[in-house]
Structures are given as C-alpha cells and as structure tokens.
C-alpha cells in the first residue's frame, strides 16, 4: 500500500481480500444553517439515501446549447484524437471526453453556474474544485454500460483523496428513459466502504476507462448490498439531475434501445480534502482523470 506521511488511510483497498469498513465520513459537511439553493429536507434525504434527485436544474434551452456543444465535440477529428476522448471498444465511436471544463468554454461556465456549483458548496460545507468532469455519449444501438463499482474507492486508490468530502452530479443532455442504460444506484451503500481485493496494475486507467477491473466488488458483496439497500433507476427528462455520494454503489447497462443517452458528469472535491498520493497505486493518475489544479471554482 502507498500512502503518504502524517495521512492516515481510514479506507484500505486493492489489498489481498475484500473489506467492508464503515463509513467514517459525513455526507453533508456544511451546517443545517447554512445557506444555498438545496433545501434542508433535501439535504437530509442525501445524508440518508446517497443521492438527490433534481428535476429540472437546467432549462430546454439551455438543454440545447449542452446538446449542441457535445455534438461539437464527438465529432471534432482533433478531439476524438485526444488522449482526454475514451472510445468504445466495440464500435470505436467517443464514449466519454473528460476534462471538458477545460476543453470547453460553454461546459465551463456550467461548472461556474451558481445552481450547479452552489450545491456542491452546500454539500460539502467549503470551496470546491473540479477532481474530474466529462461527457458521456450512450449512442443508441449497443453502448455498454459500467459495472458496479464506488468512485470513491478509485478516487481513494489511484488518485490519493483521503477522505469522502467529494460530491457529484450527472446533469441529463437526453431524455433518461427506464430501458436505455441510466444510472442505477444503491441506496444507502454509501455508508459502507467495499475495499476491493486485488493490486490495482500500472496504467490501470488505460483499461479500466473503457472496462471496469480493478476495484471491482464481488458477486458475493453486491448480492448483500443489493438485498439489504434495493437499487433506484433514474429516469428524466433532459435537464434533470442526479447528485450523488462519491462513496455510493452504482452502475450503469447497456443501451441497446434506439433513444440515445447522454449526459455531463461534473465531480466536485473539498479544497480541505485535495489529493495525496495514492492510497492503493503504484503511480498517480493523469491529471485529466483526477486533477491535481486545487483552485477554486469561482
């Protein structure tokens, strides 16, 4: 295990067998009081569950504008070569382009949207900055999903945050239908962290972008959580957000529906909880994956 002096690893992983550890984190780090766009009950229901569910945090459109710039984007030759854009294995189509808020002015300026980021403040009671932010594209006709798996435990492993102070949000670009591949999670498994067996392998992120590995649970422990907590399916409308826990278990299937599915996924980390080095990896991450810039969004 790699750790770095004076931190101490509350969430080991990737040792030689799976470990449930209970959670010694909050959900919500900032006070009842304290003032921001998500209502108390809401914010208590994400202290329980894991997860909030918004129905409409951005207009139609605005919903076009996101639409238009992520066409833009999947199909620019200059993007789509790109160590950032994540392709399909099967049909070689752009599956994911992170660090958007980089690549892009019109996806930046959603992360510096008052509605988006002043939720992220509320929640995690401090400054944020963006750990990770992407596209994803969920083509009709045969995009895969994404195993279950908690961000957190890979957060924690390969990119070094030590602690559960990190929220995210996945904001709907299409219509999330119950039959074309959205997100599911397991409501309330956010206060058990899963350390995964097995040692996380160099450039693990080389594969495990395109297919989770490495930190993946057990059949053994995802039947136990999933008869102890149930699994909720989001569905929605395009504009329509699900912010959830970084230490919830979810995943995604397949979409073999003709109705695409896509989204922006925006992760926001503490500026009290920035990366370390790797709890569980031989080497850091790119700083694409898992940023390494701390400075706040403003």
């Known amino acids: 295990m790699t750790t770095t002096a004076h931190i ?14 209970p959670r010694q984190d909050p959900v919500v780090w900032g006070s009842p009081d304290t003032p921001g766009p998500v209502p108390a009950a809401d914010l208590q229901a994400l202290e329980r569950d894991g997860f909030l569910a918004v129905d409409q945090l951005i207009g139609p459109d605005e ?4 639409q238009r710039e992520l066409e833009r984007l999947t199909t620019d030759p200059a993007i789509r070569a790109d160590e950032r854009s994540i392709v399909e294995p099967q049909s070689k189509e752009i ?13 930046a300026n959603l992360v510096r949207d008052e509605r988006v980021v002043g939720r992220a403040r509320q929640i995690l009671g401090s400054d944020v900055y963006v750990h990770q932010s992407r596209i994803n594209v969920k083509p009709g006709f045969g995009a895969s999903g994404f195993y279950w798996h908690s961000d957190f435990e890979t957060w924690h492993a390969e990119d070094g945050l030590p602690n ?3 929220i995210s949000v996945s904001i709907a ?21 899963l350390g995964c067996a097995g040692a996380t392998p160099k450039d693990n992120y080389k594969k495990s972008l395109q297919m989770q590995d490495a930190g993946t649970p057990s059949d053994e422990a995802l039947t136990k959580m999933a008869s102890e907590y149930g699994i909720k399916l989001f569905t929605g409308r395009a504009g329509s957000a ?5 230490n919830a278990m979810h995943g995604s299937g397949d ?18 909880n920035t990366a370390v080095e790797p709890f569980a990896a031989p080497i850091r991450r790119p700083e694409f994956i ?9």
């Open 8 to 21: 101490t690893d509350l969430y080991p992983t990737r040792g030689a067998t799976e470990v449930a550890t």
């Open 63 to 66: 919903v076009a504008v996101y």
């Open 95 to 107: 599956r994911s382009v992170f660090e958007v808020h980089r690549i892009s002015e019109v996806f």
């Open 164 to 166: 559960m102070r990190t």
């Open 173 to 193: 670009l299409t219509e999330n239908y119950d039959t074309n591949g959205g997100l599911m999670i397991m409501p309330g498994s956010h206060k058990t962290f």
């Open 242 to 246: 699900t912010w959830f826990d970084c």
């Open 255 to 272: 979409n073999i529906t003709p109705f695409p599915r896509s989204n922006v996924f925006i992760v926001f980390n503490s500026v009290e």
């Open 290 to 298: 898992g940023a390494r810039d701390f400075t706040p969004v403003k």
